[in-house]
């Protein structure tokens, strides 16, 4: 089943550009290592795939009918897409991505599922809202209970430490969760995997991106945005991982990315507006614009290509 492949290509583009959002703010703050982070992360994104995947499999089936050969180009475009904006070290959306490529060949069947795509753009919008949201709750909350019982430098460190360690595993968790649909959902669809086997295929194909070609992105998240000190990291961190585990109980695959600058934007928030690079925001947010515009038009682009040649 060669259509396959622009499948697992997909998800190492997506393990390569998200792994940034699991576990950039620990590394970039030192709190882990690089390998530390990357191999429980890899871990935890198979396990939440396999338990709790299932949703967003049923929201990609319901917004456009698929066959081999179209989820074959719909993750083609997509990855292209994807890995383009990592090599400038962007963190872009891949559920935007997908979900372009998914528009853009649908358009031309006319068997897009028109409130489907209402209900996931209303969750892109509110992806960055929550992870803002969230990180500004928690860190004045935890905050004052970090400020109040952890005075000492020594256990500081240590629930720092710990606390990076369980919140990366479970960021990765909701990770896999949430974006193993980006993956195989448009396979799932078409007939050619088993829910359970997309999940095992998509998932081990992030870890793949994430062990592989993840360092690149983890700078832009970690300290581009807004300056983070280790707690103020793992703040964000958390952040992000209760919004992709929200948006994974409700079944509608969001961003990761979208998560965790909503999350760090958050951080800003409470440390003053001018702490924030907003030339670095608005680089992101143009990047989650043109990202499923490009991911579409490819998608469009090769699909008219392949009719032309057959």
């Known amino acids: 089943m060669w259509q396959l492949v622009s499948g697992i290509f997909m998800g190492w583009s997506l393990g390569s550009n998200d792994a940034a959002n699991i576990f950039g703010l620990a590394v970039s703050t030192r709190v882990l290592r690089f390998w530390t982070a990357a191999i429980l992360a890899s871990v935890f994104v198979v396990a939440g795939a396999l338990l709790s995947g299932q ?19 719909i993750s083609l475009a997509a990855a292209i897409t994807v890995t383009s904006m990592t090599a400038f070290g962007l963190p872009v959306s891949t559920s935007q991505a997908v979900v372009g490529s998914i528009i853009g060949i649908g358009v031309m069947q006319g068997n897009v599922h028109w409130a489907t795509l209402l209900k996931v753009v209303v969750a892109w919008i509110f992806t960055p809202i929550g992870g803002a949201v969230f990180s500004y709750l928690l860190y004045i909350s935890v905050g004052k209970l970090v400020e ?138 143009l990047a989650w614009v043109l990202t499923p515009a490009i991911s579409g038009g490819l998608a469009y682009g090769l699909w008219v290509l392949h009719g032309t040649l057959m």
Not at 55 to 73: P, V
Request: net charge positive.
């Open 148 to 285: 109040r019982w952890l005075k000492d430098y020594f256990f500081y460190d240590e629930f720092l430490k710990v606390g990076f360690l369980l919140i990366s595993a479970y960021s990765a968790y909701s990770l896999g969760a949430n974006n193993v649909a980006n993956i195989t959902g448009v396979y799932v669809k078409s007939g050619a995997l088993t829910p359970r086997m997309g999940a095992l295929v998509g998932s081990l194909a992030i870890a793949s991106g994430i062990i592989t070609y993840s360092r690149r992105v983890i700078r832009t998240v970690g300290n581009n945005l807004v300056n983070l000190e280790p707690f103020t990291g793992f703040i964000a961190l958390l952040g992000e991982a209760l919004t992709l585990n929200v948006f994974a109980v409700i079944g509608v695959p969001v961003s990761a990315s979208q998560a965790i600058v909503g999350a760090v934007l958050g951080i800003g928030l409470v440390k003053g507006v001018k702490t924030i690079d907003m030339r670095n925001v608005v680089n992101i947010v």
């Open 55 to 73: 949703g967003g499999f049923e929201t990609y089936g319901k917004l456009a009918s698929q066959t081999l050969l179209s989820a074959f180009f």
